[in-house]
């Protein structure tokens, strides 16, 4: 769709190959009277990578999108959102309290190394993903660690209820709210309302954010208390970045 646009906004069928529409043809005069005829310098190709950019945030909520990403290897075999396990290990530590065979709930798992080092500590880990595709992967990789496909947003859809001690969030959470569509934020909403069903009586949800939008009106129809901070530290990719912590 991308490509079919810009063809047609900034040249026709083929980038650059003016000649194959002719200036007097119906699909030239619409092209003239659409860009005002332009001058070459004109905005359409920023309007295009931003429009590009808003379709790509739109499909963040999607399975398909991170079924494709994943067999693509866009992720590679291990990808951190946000932080490394290790940067946020004092916060999962906090938040086990020092007891030792918690059961641990990891949703938006990916093909993140959270699960290990969480389960390495002595607690069994459940680890959760939309996409078939990286569970699939993940359970040929570590066939020691459980792995659930499986929709958060779906009610019974993680198991039964009062289950689990802590639930983990690294991002899943954000691929709904930042997709900012309405659907999605819906579907957000579902997922925080399943999580806090399969969480035992003082459980907690320890989430880990990229932002602050909509995310502590959704925790408190949820949850009696919900506590926020932020840390900063090297992602993955060797920038600081700035990571919003909500301990439900």
């Known amino acids: 769709l991308i490509q079919a646009i810009s063809a047609y906004v900034c040249g026709g069928?083929?980038?650059?190959?003016?000649?194959?529409?002719?200036?007097?043809?119906?699909?030239?005069?619409?092209?003239?009277r659409l860009l005002g005829r332009r001058s070459s310098n004109c905005g359409c190709c920023s309007g295009l990578t931003l429009f590009k950019s808003n379709l790509f945030q739109s499909c963040l909520g999607e399975r398909s999108y991170w079924d494709a990403a994943y067999a693509a290897g866009r992720y590679k075999e291990t990808y951190e959102w946000l932080q490394t396990a290790e940067e946020l290990w004092p916060y999962i530590a906090e938040a086990l309290a020092?007891?030792?065979?918690s059961k641990v709930l990891h949703v938006g798992c990916g093909n993140s190394d959270l699960g290990r080092v969480v389960a390495s500590a002595g607690h069994r880990v459940?680890?959760?993903?939309?996409?078939?595709?990286?569970?699939?992967?993940?359970?040929?990789?570590?066939?020691?660690?459980?792995w659930l496909q499986a929709d958060c947003a779906v009610q019974g859809a993680l198991g039964t209820a009062d289950s689990f001690d802590i639930c983990i969030d690294k991002g899943g959470l954000d691929a709904l709210i930042e997709s900012y569509t309405d659907r999605m934020l819906e579907q957000a909403k579902l997922m925080v309302a399943e999580i806090h069903r399969v969480l035992r009586p003082g459980g907690?949800?320890?989430?880990?954010?990229?932002?602050?939008?909509?995310?502590k009106p959704m925790l408190d129809a949820c949850f009696q208390r919900v506590d926020a901070d932020y840390c900063e530290g090297y992602s993955m990719d060797l920038y600081r970045k700035l990571v919003f912590v909500y301990r439900c």
């Open 98 to 101: 020092g007891s030792s065979g």
């Open 13 to 32: 069928p083929a980038a650059g190959d003016r000649s194959r529409v002719p200036a007097g043809s119906a699909m030239g005069a619409a092209r003239s």
């Open 126 to 146: 459940v680890n959760v993903d939309y996409s078939s595709v990286v569970i699939d992967a993940m359970r040929q990789r570590h066939p020691e660690q459980e």
């Open 204 to 215: 907690v949800y320890l989430l880990f954010s990229n932002g602050t939008e909509h995310r």
